[in-house]
Structures are given as structure tokens and as C-alpha cells.
């Protein structure tokens, strides 16, 4: 049971570039999430998903789309990076709510130039 | 608006001393409310939720709905209590994880 995976751990993109950050998870929950982490402002929601095919906007969805396809995989696209998303990126399962105990994956450390 | 207020940035204490992460939030209603935790190179992971009223690793919070807020206490620090702290509720008009921006705690030996 490997619980919450992300990859990759680190990227370096260039203005403009796009580019999908993975997350799986194994648990069989339904509900997904992104945040990203940013010095001085705590986690941020991006987006979220309460089961396969059900997608909604968080606090900061501007410039990344998401898709959930399967219960297992929740990626998250950038779709042309800007520096203003250089970011630690954070993605979360829980069994059914946002109120159940939130797991995380490990991060992706993301830099934009 | 919904919102988490963690005041301190950082907190830094001795070994042995006592701890308080301070938490404050505006909800209206009755709210829903977890501290979760980040040790240095290792996922953020829950600590405790107040519903559960529980203590976890000699931490307790206690809601206070007069005062909004939902501090973290521990009695006597140990230097493996250094980490990030987020306070956290549910709220948003989806019931999602609203997180405050943290406190780092430092324990000095």
C-alpha cells in the first residue's frame, strides 16, 4: 500500500512550457485534491475532485486543469508555466469527504525560469 | 469570509517548555477544525481534529467558540516536536480544507 504518490519530485520548466504532474493514490478514495505551498501563505487550494468524472475549482485554479479519468489518478496540467507558479505542489486523498483525514503525497517542488 | 488565522510565523521554544500554537478562525456556524503537520523532508500529516477530541503525541486543542480559536498545547516540548503546524477547517462553499499559513516550531536543545 503505497498510499499517496507523486512524481516528479523536482522540475524546472521554462516560461510557456507545459507540463503534468502525477498523483495516484491506492486507497480507493474518492475524494482528491491540489494545493500548492507557498512561503508565508500556507497550503492553497487549486483543485479538487469528489470521485471519477467530478472535477471542481479550489481558490486558485487559474492556469492548471485537472481530470480525473479514474478513481486512481488525479493529474494536474500546467498549461503554460509562468514564474508566478513556481511552487511546492501538493496533492491529498481522503476516503469520501474533505472532512475525513486528509493524505498527502509527498510534493513536487516545481521552479519556473 | 471563511478563514484560518495563524498569527506566529514562527515559535521557537527550549526543550521542556510549554507550547502553544496559537489558531484562530471566522466561521459562522459550528466549525470543523484539525491541526495537521510537516516534519522536515516528510508529508504533511494529520495531527489531531478537535471532534475526536483527542491528544496526539502529548498535544491537546480545545475549541473555543467564544473566543474562535483553536490553539495547539503542549505541556513540555521536545526537540522532535520542530516542524510546521497548519491549522485547518472545513468551509468554502464545497466543505473543502481551508488551511492557515502555518507556524513553524522550533525546539532548541
Known amino acids: 500500500n503505497a498510499g499517496v504518490t507523486q512524481t516528479p519530485k523536482f522540475q524546472v520548466l521554462k516560461t510557456g512550457q507545459s507540463m503534468t504532474l502525477q498523483c495516484a493514490q491506492d486507497?480507493?478514495?474518492?475524494?482528491m485534491s491540489w494545493y500548492r505551498q507557498d512561503p508565508g501563505m500556507g497550503l492553497r487550494l487549486i483543485h479538487y475532485s469528489v470521485g471519477a468524472g467530478i472535477t471542481d475549482q479550489g481558490e486558485v485554479p487559474n492556469g492548471y486543469n485537472v481530470s480525473r479519468s479514474t478513481t486512481e489518478d488525479f493529474p494536474l496540467r500546467l498549461l503554460s508555466a509562468a514564474p508566478s507558479q513556481t511552487s511546492v505542489y501538493f496533492c491529498a486523498s481522503s476516503q469520501r469527504l474533505s472532512t475525513d483525514t486528509q493524505y498527502f503525497g509527498p510534493g513536487t517542488r516545481l521552479t519556473v525560469l | 469570509a471563511q478563514r484560518v488565522t495563524q498569527p506566529e510565523k514562527l515559535l521557537s521554544v527550549f526543550k521542556g517548555a510549554p507550547v502553544e500554537l496559537k489558531c484562530n478562525y471566522s466561521y459562522s456556524g459550528s466549525p470543523e477544525l484539525f491541526w495537521y503537520v510537516q516534519y522536515s523532508r516528510q508529508r504533511l500529516q494529520l495531527l489531531l481534529r478537535?471532534?475526536s477530541r483527542e491528544s496526539i503525541k502529548g498535544f491537546t486543542a480545545d475549541l473555543n467558540k467564544g473566543e474562535t480559536s483553536f490553539h495547539l498545547k503542549k505541556p513540555f516540548a521536545q526537540e522532535e516536536d520542530s516542524a510546521m503546524y497548519y491549522c485547518a477547517l472545513i468551509g468554502g462553499s464545497q466543505g473543502n480544507l481551508i488551511f492557515g499559513k502555518g507556524t513553524k516550531l522550533s525546539v532548541k536543545p
Open positions: 478537535h471532534i
Open positions: 486507497m480507493n478514495h474518492e475524494y
